[in-house]
């Protein structure tokens, strides 16, 4: 099965700072790759996505590279804020056939980023 | 619309008991996914309902079950509880039309279960 290992699992940066956090996977049939944020006492809630047929993809001040060779993909998050500060999960899934998806995704074991004033 | 929500919020059993929970799903959302969460495992995928059935499956013993009923409500089951399946339960839906894209997930606030 698939297996996504995570790194950092923690992050403390000063506001203003950029963050990376890297994730790798192992399954190459995996083509979905979405970004959960969790705030302490929170539900995961997505930040941003990307699929198997785009290298990088960008909303704001958060972005996502995707290195499919590699099996590697990648969060940025510029001009950190300290609302920010949140533990952040990447995840990998295999895309289902037409006719309905059938998937799982299987999460990183999380990145604590914390942005300090 | 109305968020993913899940009942109860917290729960306390002791060992030997089993639990039931709850998940409904956004309206139109016709897929539902359980997860436990818990600080040394992270987020572990336990199985996937869509139009009643069972897609997918992780790698949980057999005391873990579920059910969807025919309104995409979904429950799951833990039964012969051990202190080590004291986790938050998250549930998830995904609208799922159809087609070859995966659609986003949406996390309910889960039930905070404490097995004694």
């Known amino acids: 099965g698939e297996n996504v290992e995570q790194h950092p699992s923690t992050l403390s940066v000063q506001e203003g700072d950029s963050a990376v956090i890297k994730c790798t996977y192992s399954d190459s049939a995996s083509n979905y790759f979405p970004w959960y944020k969790q705030e302490l006492g929170k539900r995961p809630q997505l930040i941003i996505d990307i699929r198997s047929n785009v290298g990088e993809k960008k909303d704001q001040r958060i972005a996502v590279t995707l290195n499919k060779t590699a099996k590697h993909f990648s969060l940025h998050i510029t001009e950190t804020q300290p609302e920010d500060s949140a533990v952040y999960f990447c995840a990998a899934s295999e895309e289902g056939n037409s006719g309905g998806s059938n998937y799982k995704l299987t999460f990183g074991k999380g990145t604590l980023l914390t942005v300090n004033p | 619309k109305a968020g993913v929500t899940q009942t109860p919020r917290y729960l306390i059993k002791t060992r030997g008991q089993q639990v039931t929970l709850s998940c409904s799903p956004i309206s139109g959302h016709r897929s539902v996914s359980w997860y436990q969460q818990t600080p040394g495992q992270g987020l572990q995928f336990l199985f996937e309902y869509f139009s009643e059935t069972q897609r997918n499956k992780g790698n949980f013993p057999g005391r873990f079950s579920g059910r969807q009923f025919s309104n995409s409500r979904s429950e799951m089951n833990v039964s012969t509880l051990e202190l080590g399946d004291s986790a938050l339960y998250l549930c998830?839906?995904?609208?799922?039309?159809?087609?070859?894209?995966?659609?986003?997930?949406?996390f309910g606030p889960g039930t905070r279960l404490t097995v004694l």
């Open positions: 998830a839906s995904s609208l799922e039309l159809g087609g070859a894209s995966t659609d986003t997930q949406y």
